[in-house]
Protein backbone atom coordinates (compact mmCIF):
# COMPACT_ATOMS: atom_id res chain seq x y z
CA UNK A 1 0.00 0.00 0.00
CA UNK A 2 1.45 3.22 -1.05
CA UNK A 3 1.55 5.96 1.57
CA UNK A 4 2.61 9.51 0.59
CA UNK A 5 3.97 12.27 3.64
CA UNK A 6 4.53 15.88 2.66
CA UNK A 7 6.70 18.31 3.78
CA UNK A 8 7.80 21.84 2.77
CA UNK A 9 4.54 24.03 3.75
CA UNK A 10 5.32 27.21 5.12
CA UNK A 11 4.26 30.51 5.62
CA UNK A 12 5.38 32.95 2.79
CA UNK A 13 6.19 36.46 1.70
CA UNK A 14 4.85 37.45 -2.25
CA UNK A 15 7.65 36.71 -4.36
CA UNK A 16 9.63 34.43 -2.76
CA UNK A 17 9.85 30.29 -3.55
CA UNK A 18 9.09 27.34 -2.09
CA UNK A 19 9.81 23.64 -2.43
CA UNK A 20 7.01 20.90 -1.27
CA UNK A 21 8.05 17.53 -0.53
CA UNK A 22 5.80 14.39 -0.89
CA UNK A 23 7.98 11.36 -0.13
CA UNK A 24 6.39 7.21 -0.17
CA UNK A 25 6.78 4.38 1.03
CA UNK A 26 5.12 0.79 0.41
CA UNK A 27 5.69 0.82 -3.03
CA UNK A 28 7.82 2.39 -5.63
CA UNK A 29 6.82 5.87 -6.50
CA UNK A 30 8.41 5.37 -10.49
CA UNK A 31 5.63 2.54 -11.24
CA UNK A 32 2.75 5.66 -10.49
CA UNK A 33 1.82 8.62 -12.19
CA UNK A 34 1.89 11.61 -9.61
CA UNK A 35 0.47 14.80 -9.67
CA UNK A 36 -0.35 18.15 -7.37
CA UNK A 37 -3.35 19.11 -6.08
CA UNK A 38 -4.48 22.21 -4.04
CA UNK A 39 -7.58 23.10 -2.36
CA UNK A 40 -8.68 26.23 -1.08
CA UNK A 41 -12.16 27.58 -0.86
CA UNK A 42 -12.49 29.21 -3.83
CA UNK A 43 -11.12 26.59 -6.22
CA UNK A 44 -12.04 23.33 -3.91
CA UNK A 45 -9.16 20.85 -4.88
CA UNK A 46 -8.33 21.63 -8.20
CA UNK A 47 -5.27 20.06 -10.41
CA UNK A 48 -1.82 21.98 -10.34
CA UNK A 49 0.01 19.23 -12.63
CA UNK A 50 1.07 16.00 -13.07
CA UNK A 51 3.96 13.67 -14.08
CA UNK A 52 3.72 10.49 -15.68
CA UNK A 53 6.65 7.45 -14.66
CA UNK A 54 7.89 8.13 -18.20
CA UNK A 55 8.49 11.84 -17.27
CA UNK A 56 5.65 13.57 -19.58
CA UNK A 57 4.58 16.94 -17.24
CA UNK A 58 1.39 18.22 -17.92
CA UNK A 59 0.37 21.36 -16.35
CA UNK A 60 -2.99 22.04 -15.29
CA UNK A 61 -3.12 25.36 -13.29
CA UNK A 62 -3.23 28.20 -15.58
CA UNK A 63 -1.50 30.77 -12.68
CA UNK A 64 0.75 28.19 -12.24
CA UNK A 65 2.36 27.66 -15.50
CA UNK A 66 5.20 29.42 -15.39
CA UNK A 67 5.93 29.69 -12.24
CA UNK A 68 5.13 25.96 -10.38
CA UNK A 69 7.71 22.99 -11.85
CA UNK A 70 6.55 19.32 -10.87
CA UNK A 71 9.81 16.78 -11.01
CA UNK A 72 10.47 13.41 -9.05
CA UNK A 73 13.72 11.60 -8.16
CA UNK A 74 12.98 7.58 -8.24
CA UNK A 75 15.35 7.43 -5.96
CA UNK A 76 14.78 8.90 -3.21
CA UNK A 77 11.27 7.81 -3.73
CA UNK A 78 10.16 11.78 -3.56
CA UNK A 79 8.30 14.10 -5.95
CA UNK A 80 8.64 18.21 -5.74
CA UNK A 81 6.58 20.95 -6.56
CA UNK A 82 8.98 24.16 -7.04
CA UNK A 83 6.94 27.34 -6.00
CA UNK A 84 8.24 30.31 -7.56
CA UNK A 85 7.16 34.05 -8.01
CA UNK A 86 4.30 33.02 -5.08
CA UNK A 87 1.37 35.10 -5.28
CA UNK A 88 -1.33 35.23 -2.35
CA UNK A 89 -3.79 33.71 -4.76
CA UNK A 90 -1.51 30.68 -4.00
CA UNK A 91 -2.43 30.30 -0.54
CA UNK A 92 -3.72 26.91 -0.19
CA UNK A 93 -3.45 23.16 1.34
CA UNK A 94 -1.13 21.11 -1.13
CA UNK A 95 -1.94 17.52 -1.86
CA UNK A 96 0.14 15.14 -3.57
CA UNK A 97 -1.43 12.26 -5.55
CA UNK A 98 -0.57 8.97 -6.88
CA UNK A 99 -2.22 6.23 -9.42
CA UNK A 100 -0.39 2.96 -10.55
CA UNK A 101 -1.20 3.45 -14.16
CA UNK A 102 -0.73 6.27 -16.91
CA UNK A 103 -3.45 8.29 -16.85
CA UNK A 104 -3.97 12.01 -18.82
CA UNK A 105 -6.91 13.64 -16.39
CA UNK A 106 -6.59 15.95 -13.06
CA UNK A 107 -9.83 14.37 -11.93
CA UNK A 108 -9.36 13.57 -8.47
CA UNK A 109 -11.29 10.88 -8.59
CA UNK A 110 -8.71 9.06 -10.62
CA UNK A 111 -6.05 9.02 -7.98
CA UNK A 112 -5.79 6.05 -5.64
CA UNK A 113 -3.43 7.92 -3.04
CA UNK A 114 -3.61 10.66 -1.57
CA UNK A 115 -0.54 12.57 1.01
CA UNK A 116 -2.23 14.35 4.12
CA UNK A 117 -2.08 17.46 2.28
CA UNK A 118 0.18 20.92 3.55
CA UNK A 119 -0.33 24.37 3.73
CA UNK A 120 0.97 27.37 2.34
CA UNK A 121 -0.06 31.08 3.13
CA UNK A 122 1.36 34.07 1.13
CA UNK A 123 0.86 36.75 2.77
CA UNK A 124 2.77 39.91 3.48
Known amino acids: QLQLVHSGGDLAHPGVSLRLSCTAS????????IAWFLHCPVHYREGVSY????????NYKDSGKDRFTISRDNAKNTIYLQMNSLRTEDTAIYYCAAVRRRIATMAPLDYDYWGQGTQVTVSS
Open 26 to 33: GSTLGDYT
Open 51 to 58: IRRSGLIA
